[in-house]
T-cell receptor, first 114, second 115 residues
Framework: AQTVTQSQPEMSVQEAETVTLSCTYD???????LFWYKQPPSRQMILVIR??????QNATENRFSVNFQKAAKSFSLKISDSQLGDTAMYFC???????????FGDGTTLTVKP | GAVVSQHPSRVICKSGTSVKIECRSL??????MFWYRQFPKQSLMLMAT?????????EQGVEKDKFLINHASLTLSTLTVTSAHPEDSSFYIC???????????FGPGTRLTVL
């Protein structure tokens, strides 16, 4: 079974600063994908970034980047130049291709302060 | 990005009635759709996985006779909560992906309140 752990229930950051959200996972599979999703107050889940486990290069998407440490099973999300609109709950998820489903972490509530 | 719609966005019903929630992929064909339940400020709990044309795979502890899932086409899956009770009140979210391992795109969710 897969597990995903987000050890920071809540975090805050000043606008324009950088913040890193942590995520660790445990899987015995070789073929999997990792995701970060954002859920703002509207509760619409939005994809932030996707990482194929077989790729060593860290995925980036504008202000969002990940630090993927496969051996340590760590997948942290860095948000640069934080904006007020980044305030949301962030979920880390691991998709197991053999099982054909995702496992989500408990989420980190991020508040960007003006 | 791909768009997934969900209808209705909010429903209030009386205890004992059945409620149907629709999930549609609007601009792509979804081979797999997922149904989740989410309590306030908590994570998503997977209820079932449905593949077009086959029976849904339910997670342990989810009653398949209570939560009926139909994935009749590559763009539509439905979740029917049968004989709803107040404890079924929750936020239900669907997601769809074009292939195994592909990104899941989420619907906006349905808030169900059972009186």
């Amino acid at each position: 079974a897969q597990t995903v752990t987000q050890s920071q229930p809540e975090m805050s950051v000043q606008e324009a600063e950088t913040v890193t959200l942590s995520c660790t996972y445990d899987t015995s599979e070789n073929n999997y994908y990792l995701f970060w999703y954002k859920q703002p107050p509207s509760r619409q889940m939005i994809l932030v970034i996707r990482q194929e486990a077989y790729k060593q290069q860290n995925a980036t998407e504008n202000r969002f980047s990940v630090n993927f440490q496969k051996a340590a099973k760590s997948f942290s999300l860095k948000i640069s130049d934080s904006q007020l609109g980044d305030t949301a709950m962030y979920f880390c998820a691991s998709f197991n291709t053999n099982a054909g489903k995702s496992t989500f972490g408990d989420g980190t509530t991020l508040t960007v302060k003006p | 990005g791909a768009v997934v719609s969900q209808h209705p966005s909010r429903v209030i019903c009386k205890s004992g009635t059945s409620v149907k929630i629709e999930c549609r992929s609007l601009d792509f064909q979804a081979t797999t759709m997922f149904w989740y339940r989410q309590f306030p400020k908590q994570s998503l709990m997977l209820m079932a996985t449905s593949n077009e044309g086959s029976k849904a795979t339910y997670e342990q502890g989810v009653e398949k006779d209570k939560f009926l899932i139909n994935h009749a086409s590559l763009t539509l899956s439905t979740l029917t909560v049968t004989s709803a009770h107040p404890e079924d009140s929750s936020f239900y979210i669907c997601s769809a992906s074009a292939s195994n391992g592909d990104t899941q795109y989420f619907g906006p969710g349905t808030r169900l309140t059972v009186l």
